[in-house]
């Protein structure tokens, strides 16, 4: 699934091409959108100029202005485990990508003959229609997300109030979209790594160095992972069609029994299955207490 990196990735490239221009048409190759039909939505998103296009967490809001006396309205997009918004310049033609050809569900034409498309592999995807003022009609995932790991207000206190209230697994914590948004295997993982910090530790045990260190752990690697437009390890490309890179600096996620890439370090690393999730971990810069060891132990794969 994207991350904030990818997400963020497909926003920044998106926005400037998208701000300014008005919808002129909206074609639904698949009959499905949340909230509306089709064809109800199509109508209230024709003739609108699109205003911006933010992120928050894992979630996409494209901003439309108003209509005549008809308030200004947002798209929500989540595109869940292999969705795509691209963008297909004046005159481009059918697009050349099989994903996109194959699996688009939507077509905004814009007004300078450009195209903004929705394409999902899997059909997991999900996008809503929602007035710009009644944001309480939000998906619920998007209404109850917690602090952006990248803005001011994620301090290292707000990390420390979250885990050390919590019994759960640091891990399970991360993933935690309540507790911070758009963190996903991916990150978690890395940071956990980059932090010495062992995925099964509970939240609660972490001592006030550690907290510090994980939270400079997940800026230090979404900044990096957004300089580097995210990683591809599946079908995920940006808004232009563009593969990401960071594919090729990851120091654990996906590594199975390669050697820890930490300078000095002798360790391999595992793969243990948690909570329904896969961690992947170096056993020598992350160890464990006695109790998750043995815990560690009987769930590595």
């Known amino acids: 699934m994207p991350e904030l990196p990818e997400v963020e990735t497909v926003r920044s490239g998106l926005a400037p091409r998208l701000r300014g221009r008005t919808i002129v048409a909206v074609r639904f190759l698949r009959p499905y959108v949340a909230g509306c039909t089709p064809e109800e939505f199509a109508d209230a998103v024709t003739d609108r100029q699109v205003v911006d296009l933010v992120r928050r967490g894992k979630y996409l809001i494209l901003r439309l202005g108003p209509r005549g006396s008809?308030?200004?309205?947002?798209?929500?997009?989540?595109?869940?485990?292999?969705?795509?918004?691209?963008?297909?310049?004046?005159?481009?033609?059918?697009?050349?990508?099989?994903?996109?050809?194959?699996?688009?569900?939507?077509?905004?034409?814009?007004d300078d003959g450009s195209e903004l498309r929705w394409a999902d592999l899997r059909h997991f995807g999900r996008m809503r229609l929602v007035p710009a003022d009644r944001p309480e009609l939000y998906p619920s995932g998007l209404a109850r997300l917690g602090p952006e790991p990248l803005e001011p207000d994620f301090t290292p206190d707000y990390l420390a109030s979250v885990l050390l209230s919590r019994k759960a697994s640091i891990k399970q914590v991360l993933l935690d979209?309540?507790?911070?948004?758009?963190?996903?295997?991916?990150?978690?993982?890395?940071?956990?790594?980059?932090?010495?910090?062992?995925?099964?530790?509970?939240?609660?045990?972490?001592?006030?160095?550690?907290?510090?260190?994980?939270?400079?752990?997940?800026?230090?690697?979404?900044?990096?992972?957004?300089?580097?437009?995210?990683?591809?390890?599946?079908?995920?490309?940006?808004?232009?069609?563009?593969?990401?890179?960071?594919?090729?600096?990851?120091?654990?996620?996906?590594?199975?029994?390669?050697?820890?890439?930490?300078?000095?370090?002798?360790?391999?690393?595992?793969?243990?299955?948690?909570?329904?999730?896969?961690?992947?971990?170096?056993?020598?810069?992350?160890?464990?207490?006695?109790?998750?060891?043995?815990?560690?132990?009987?769930?590595?794969?």
């Not at 989540?78 to 697009?95: F, I, Q, T």
């Not at 993982?189 to 160095?209: F, K, N, T, V, Y």
Request: aromatic share 4%.
């Open 70 to 110: 008809l308030p200004p309205v947002e798209v929500v997009v989540h595109l869940m485990m292999a969705g795509r918004l691209s963008y297909l310049p004046p005159g481009a033609g059918p697009p050349a990508d099989a994903v996109e050809a194959k699996h688009t569900h939507a077509a905004f034409t814009l």
């Open 177 to 301: 979209q309540r507790a911070l948004a758009g963190v996903g295997n991916i990150y978690a993982d890395e940071c956990l790594h980059r932090a010495g910090l062992h995925p099964l530790r509970r939240a609660c045990s972490l001592q006030p160095h550690e907290v510090a260190s994980l939270h400079e752990a997940l800026r230090v690697t979404l900044q990096a992972a957004i300089a580097h437009r995210g990683t591809t390890s599946h079908t995920y490309v940006d808004g232009e069609g563009r593969p990401g890179s960071f594919q090729h600096r990851l120091r654990v996620y996906g590594r199975e029994a390669q050697a820890c890439l930490r300078p000095g370090c002798r360790g391999v690393i595992a793969r243990l299955v948690h909570g329904g999730r896969s961690s992947h971990f170096c056993p020598e810069c992350q160890p464990a207490r006695t109790s998750v060891r043995l815990e560690a132990e009987a769930m590595v794969k």
